[in-house]
């Protein structure tokens, strides 16, 4: 039979349609009816389905969605399309994130992951490390001044809303870090640095060392060097805290292999203990920031080239105050709270008594420590504090410097009169 087309396909397809709504479950033999659940249940049955033999060497790609949801991500899918591979090599996306409350984020460019920063908060404060991207989320840890962090991931800087140029990063082994809240009335709590090094501030009193560098994180790991006080070492990576407390701190440093001491020095690498205050001990380590080497030099000048005799005064102190001479270089202020253990403590020094420095001061968290050396029958040797840093606290000195039997601002006091007396002499 001919078929006539008469151009009304959409009448005839009004025509032959069912009103009638589609039946999943129906199952019929005689009318050819089958639903869709019973068409299921026989591919069921009928599982592994053998591959034609003209497609049996293609792999089937199954995507159950891969409509894009939004806009971008179509934008994006077009861009993979055009190009190929994305972006073009070299182009990085400054797409950021939107907070309620908050605004918008950006990427800041060229923001690389392996920067390190360091904690520079203009009222020595702490940075908080959280663990999302939210300012409320759980704090995780803290940053105390001067140390450093180590960046995870792009910087983010808000451009919209309330948050308007405050910065966060995500930093290693984990959890977010402000940066930078100054446009929103906040500190600068975080800046670049070419590298995070620390300095070496607890003496033994062993001519063997001071610090034990070992293979590994574990306090039983082979031991590799020594470290003597003083000696600066770079930090390899982030932090670690054991169980107990004990902050462990990866370092490249320059010595030699303890069998080839006539080998020029090389960078190696170990685990020391940066703080052991958590179990009762010292702190092993000082960050020390990128201007250090200025600050060293004031201090240097501040102090005056050491003499071997020079002589000072126990002085300034209440009649509650304990001034302790102990065997290693360590803060025991009086009236700081801080009691030396008995097996780090010599004795009390008193008002009056005379020492005799025998090596250069050191500073020590706040706080000048100077080796001393007793002018007694003894001659005892030990570390004492001498001052606070902040030298303009007269009232937190603990000695005055002797020159001839005289305090030395007195004598150059007197100095100073008799010179006057002289120009007024005809």
């Not at 959890?175 to 809240?181: L, N, S």
């Not at 920031?289 to 002589?311: C, F, H, L, V, Y």
Request: net charge negative; with cysteine.
């Amino acid at each position: 039979m001919d078929y006539e087309d008469d151009g009304n396909d959409e009448r005839d397809a009004h025509e032959n349609e069912d009103d009638t709504p589609f039946d999943t479950g129906i199952f019929n033999l005689d009318e050819q009816q089958y639903g869709r659940a019973w068409m299921l249940e026989v591919r069921q049955v009928m599982m592994p389905i053998e591959k034609p033999i003209e497609v049996a060497n293609l792999k089937f790609l199954i995507c159950p969605s891969a409509a894009p949801d939004d806009d971008a991500d179509r934008d994006r899918v077009r861009g993979r399309d055009r190009k190929g591979k994305g972006a073009q090599k070299g182009q990085a996306s400054n797409a950021g994130r939107f907070i309620p409350e908050m605004g918008r984020t950006e990427i800041v460019p060229r923001s690389q992951r392996g920067t390190w920063w360091r904690n520079c908060c203009r009222d020595r404060g702490e940075v908080i490390i959280r663990e999302q991207f939210l300012l409320t989320s759980e704090e995780i840890s803290r940053v105390p001044y001067g140390q450093y962090v180590l960046q995870a991931g792009p910087l983010e800087v808000f451009v919209t809303g309330p948050a308007q140029g405050l910065q966060r990063m995500p930093v290693q082994p984990r959890g977010w870090a402000t940066v930078d809240a100054q446009a929103v009335g906040g500190p600068l709590y975080l800046e670049k640095v070419k590298s995070p090094k620390w300095q070496v501030v607890f003496s033994s009193g062993s001519s063997k060392g001071d610090i034990v560098v070992r293979k590994g994180v574990s306090l039983d790991s082979e031991e590799v060097a020594v470290l003597t006080c003083g000696t600066v070492v770079e930090q390899a990576s982030p932090l670690e805290i054991t169980e107990d407390g004990i902050v462990r701190m990866p370092i490249t440093f320059e010595g030699r292999q303890p069998s080839s001491s006539s080998h020029p020095a090389k960078a190696r690498m170990g685990w020391v203990t940066c703080d052991a205050t958590h179990q009762g001990g010292p702190k092993f380590f000082e960050p020390v920031d990128s201007d250090a080497k200025p600050k060293m030099r004031e201090q240097e000048q501040d102090e005056g080239n050491w003499e071997t005799n020079r002589i000072w005064r126990v002085a300034n102190l209440q009649d509650a105050d304990h001034l302790p001479l102990v065997r290693k270089c360590e803060p025991y202020a009086p009236g700081s709270g801080k009691v030396p253990p008995s097996d780090m403590l010599i004795r009390y020094l008193e008002n009056g008594e005379m020492v005799t420095q025998v090596g250069h001061s050191k500073k020590v968290r706040g706080y000048m420590v100077m080796p001393v050396k007793l002018d007694t029958a003894g001659g005892e040797q030990g570390w004492v504090v001498r001052r606070l840093v902040d030298r303009n606290r007269d009232q937190a000195a603990w000695f005055e410097e002797m020159i001839n039997g005289e305090v030395r601002d007195k004598r150059k006091h007197r100095r100073d009169k008799d010179s006057d007396l002289v120009t007024l002499m005809p």
